[in-house]
């Protein structure tokens, strides 16, 4: 229920809901900004809309209703949990 072989499903359907609810937005605006070689607008909004995470832990509750704690080490990368709602609302 963590990682990346989870998250990255997960996100791709967030960015999918941002891609329909702003049709102005495009594929195109995940990629690379070749102007700033930065973050595309929509990886932009995606990345604010993020909930940040700081190194710790965290205690959530799992699917089957019990306490998990979630350890973030000082090196994690990533912008923090994503929420669906947060981030379409960011899509504009």
Known sequence: MSGTSFSGPAVAGVVALMLERNP??????????PASWGPGELERRLEASATPLAPGSVTVTHRTGEPLVETRGADAIGHGWVFANDAVTAAG
């Open 24 to 33: 102005g937005l495009s594929n195109a605006d995940a990629q690379t900004d």
